[in-house]
T-cell receptor, first 116, second 116 residues
Framework: DGGITQSPKYLFRKEGQNVTLSCEQN?????MYWYRQDPGQGLRLIYY???????QKGDIAEGYSVSREKKESFPLTVTSAQKNPTAFYLC???????????????FGEGSRLTVL | ELKVEQNPLFLSMQEGKNYTIYCNYS?????LYWYRQDPGKSLESLFV?????AVKQEGRLMASLDTKARLSTLHITAAVHDLSATYFC????????????????FGTGTRLAVRP
């Protein structure tokens, strides 16, 4: 079955540590996204990538880094520079941009990061 | 900057009743999406609205889009407990203002609780 796999589902981190969240998709989608969700809030865009080896900052990129070395994979690193990293992180993908596609996002199950 | 507002933020409904959730956005766009999120879970796509006047229905939910008014509605008919969840609308950045690719801006969500 095609889908988006995020891991780990739960992650605990000590202050000052970097952590990397994995996101893999087998939908053959070109575009991939990382969103952050805080309790009772909407989703805020961290980074997105439309094509391999290219990515753009979203609205809250500070303290985060990404890479897109393969079409299927878009890992997110939460660095020690992120002041308040405790949140629910959602990875999503969509078909290539452009008006011919619907732009609909498909989401993974999410990774919940807690900083101790 | 594209802003997306939903109201109400919280809705407590009695089973069997009808109600409407509203999604207003600040910049011209003709692509709007509705998602459902259960507590602690990821987002599930409900509707994709791609043109002015678009109307989609699935079971007890019906979504519509009025691009001139910059408004989408999600109408709930004869609510049942299973509809209890948080509902998000998301709007696509207008093409003319995109630096690259599709990028959705989410509303803050409407938390729906259906009680017996």
């Amino acid at each position: 079955d095609g889908g988006i796999t995020q891991s780990p589902k739960y992650l605990f981190r000590k202050e000052g540590q970097n952590v990397t969240l994995s996101c893999e998709q087998n939908l053959n989608h070109d575009a991939m996204y990382w969103y952050r969700q805080d309790p009772g809030q909407g989703l805020r865009l961290i980074y997105y990538s439309q094509i391999v080896n290219d990515f753009q900052k979203g609205d809250i990129a500070e303290g985060y880094s990404v890479s897109r070395e393969k079409k299927e994979s878009f890992p997110l690193t939460v660095t020690s520079a992120q002041k308040n990293p405790t949140a629910f992180y959602l990875c999503a993908s969509s078909r290539s941009s452009g008006r011919v596609n619907t732009g609909e996002l498909f989401f993974g199950e999410g990774s919940r990061l807690t900083v101790l | 900057e594209l802003k997306v507002e939903q109201n109400p933020l919280f809705l407590s409904m009695q089973e069997g009743k009808n109600y409407t959730i509203y999604c207003n956005y600040s910049t011209t766009s003709d692509r709007l999406y509705w998602y459902r999120q259960d507590p602690g879970k990821s987002l599930e796509s409900l509707f994709v609205l791609l043109s002015n006047g678009a109307v989609k229905q699935e079971g007890r939910l019906m979504a519509s889009l009025d691009t001139k008014a910059r408004l989408s509605t999600l109408h709930i008919t004869a609510a049942v407990h299973d509809l209890s969840a948080t509902y998000f609308c998301a709007v696509d950045m207008p093409t003319a203002k995109k630096s690259s690719g599709d990028k959705l801006t989410f509303g803050t969500g409407t938390r729906l609780a259906v009680r017996p």
